[in-house]
């Protein structure tokens, strides 16, 4: 027996980034025509050792009655939604399965599913006669294990039967490389995407359903993000979390399909991985490299990308306090907490060290700079507090020159470092300024997360530059530990109810047709741990549960949410399995 039509199996390299729309074709081998093969061979091709041991352990399925929910309105642009997918050959042994209760209504799931097309039949139920189908050392090997474990059941080069649970790929299929189709008929389910994000998200979407409603209706999902980049900002250098916890946190959001987790961790109260070229900024309380390695591999598993930050100018008391002779001082001789002198070389060299040196560790295409709140520029008259470095920007680029200069310039240089070592740039917004000599690299993405700085710039003017904006609104994406500055705890209900991609600063969209997913690629909810005591961690889990299931929810469909906002809570619990 052969593969459905038009499915094809592909030899995997190695998983790669896998983030913010960028599509994954590179790391093939090969893709093979688009023809039936037989799926009984193992792959002739080898297959790197991945760590995936917290990944098998199995999860309970508790089976709760489900109201029926409507999945709502049409199929995600380009997607063909309803349509009949060719299914593989049953074999001619019968499953014992019996469908005693049909399943109905529509998958309830976080986020919700885009478009739901039902038809007449009994629906998917699980059960110990279940085979999860897919050539077990092909390129969804890893998606098909983690299924297997959460249902009990073991995986099958196939043919698919009665009963069975398919996992496969389709070169081509529309609506991008992280959507999915997932037909269930005839007692069987089928899940096919044209990359294996799609392939994950759908198989999400098939455990949510057993935990919501005991199954799966009869009919076709047809789903994908509306936006590319959706995820977690986690501040660990103010806070150690231990590598137990953030492995913990991924596993959440790989359940909410959520794809992108910031690391901050490094900043004037910690510096948190290990480190071989600078050992002497280290925090005693740290991640090792091998743990490092843990959690990127597990991210990389679960189609989640790291994004790792050392912010610099500012925010580098760790490097500071074992080199305070990089301090910036301002015209009294006063230090600038957490601020290198970027006149000095030696500043921009240590950062530089730092960035080459952690760049092999996170694989994934971003770097985050940071460039916020650097104290020379937070004074209200920057040449006046800071005369030898406006000196310097007069001498560099002409009477005009302006301290913002040689922090615009310190920000591009070290992006063309990262470019050098192949990641895109990010940084704060608060690092872009207006009408200075020197520009913003055009390149590097804009992350919004406040206007409260001085000469605070509206979003507007980002998107009017053409560059791309990444939403971390502070007023609804900042959970602050201690709540100061007047920030408090977001519960997620305003998230639900008010945020959107396009609400990047205050509580009002950018101008209509302004923030697409093009120009605003989605956003992150964002821990910072500015009073790290505040909370234990497992509080900190707690609180931010509900928050980022409305994060998910508002970055995977563009509409306004149609459950009210009690009962896609009650959801969510429903669907975490505990």
Not at 6 to 28: D, E, F, H, L, Q
Not at 63 to 79: E, F, Y
Not at 198 to 203: A, D, I, K, L, S
Not at 204 to 211: A, C, D
């Amino acid at each position: 027996m052969g593969l459905p039509v038009g499915i094809t199996r592909i030899t995997r390299i190695a998983r790669i980034a896998r983030v913010s729309g960028v599509t994954r074709s590179a790391r093939w081998a090969r893709v093979a025509p688009r023809r039936p093969l037989v799926r009984h061979r193992p792959s002739a091709a080898p297959r790197r050792l991945r760590v995936l041991p917290a990944l098998l352990a199995a999860l309970a399925l508790p089976v709760a009655a489900g109201c029926s929910h409507d999945g709502g309105g049409a199929a995600p642009s380009g997607r063909s939604g309803g349509r009949d997918d060719a299914r593989s050959t049953q074999a001619a042994a019968p499953s014992s399965t019996a469908q005693v209760t049909p399943v109905t209504g529509s998958p309830r799931t976080v986020p919700a599913v885009r478009s739901f097309t039902a038809r007449g039949g009994p629906g998917w139920r699980p059960s110990s006669a279940v085979r999860v189908v897919t050539d077990p050392e092909g390129p969804l090997a890893d998606e098909a294990r983690l299924l297997a474990g959460e249902l009990k059941v073991t995986i099958a080069p196939g043919p698919a039967r009665a009963g069975d649970v398919e996992l496969a790929l389709r070169p081509g299929q529309r609506g991008g490389p992280e959507s999915y189709e997932l037909t269930t008929r005839d007692g069987r389910v089928l899940i096919t995407a044209p990359d294996e994000a799609g392939v994950f998200y759908g198989t999400r979407t098939l455990v949510q359903s057993v935990r919501s409603g005991g199954g799966l209706p009869e009919g076709v999902i047809a789903d994908a993000p509306d936006r590319p980049q959706r995820g977690l900002q986690l501040d660990t250098a103010r806070k150690h979390f231990t590598a137990e916890w953030i492995e913990a946190r991924l596993r959440e959001m790989a359940d909410l399909k959520l794809n992108q987790l910031g690391l901050h961790f490094s900043d004037d109260q910690g510096f948190r991985i290990e480190s071989s070229t600078h050992p002497e900024i280290v925090s005693p309380e740290h991640l090792t490299k091998d743990e490092v390695r843990r959690i990127v591999n597990l991210a990389n598993s679960l189609h989640i990308t790291v994004v790792p930050e050392i912010d610099s100018p500012g925010h580098l008391g760790a490097v500071l306090k074992a080199h305070p002779d990089l301090q910036l001082r301002d015209a009294t001789g006063t230090p600038s907490r957490g601020a290198v002198d970027i006149s000095l070389p030696g500043a921009a060299r240590i950062v530089d060290d730092l960035l080459r040196e952690f760049t092999p560790l996170f694989p994934g295409p971003y770097w985050h700079l940071g460039a916020d709140e650097y104290r020379a520029l937070m004074a209200r008259d920057p040449q006046g507090s800071y005369p030898h470095l406006a000196d310097l920007a007069r001498q560099r680029y002409g009477s005009q020159g302006r301290v913002q200069d040689l922090a615009t310039a310190w920000l591009n240089d070290r992006a063309a470092v990262v470019r050098s070592l192949g990641k895109k740039a990010k940084a704060w917004n608060d690092g872009f300024f207006r009408g200075g000599l020197v520009a913003p690299d055009q390149a590097i993405e804009v992350e919004y997360w406040t206007g409260r700085e001085l000469g605070a710039r509206n979003p507007q003017e980002y998107l009017n530059e053409g560059r791309t904006v990444v939403n971390l609104n502070d007023q609804y994406l900042y959970y602050v530990l201690g709540e100061p500055n007047e920030f408090r705890y977001p519960t997620g209900e305003l998230i639900y109810k008010e945020w959107s991609p396009a609400v990047l600063r205050g509580t009002k969209p950018v101008a209509a047709g302004t923030a697409d997913p093009r120009r605003v690629p989605g956003g992150r909810f964002a821990v910072w741990c500015d009073h790290a005591d505040a909370q234990t961690p497992d509080q900190v889990a707690n609180g931010i549960r509900l928050p980022l299931a409305a994060v998910s929810q508002r970055l995977w469909d563009p509409r306004p949410p149609r459950t009210p906002w009690q009962e896609f809570g009650a959801l969510y619990t429903a669907v975490r399995g505990g």
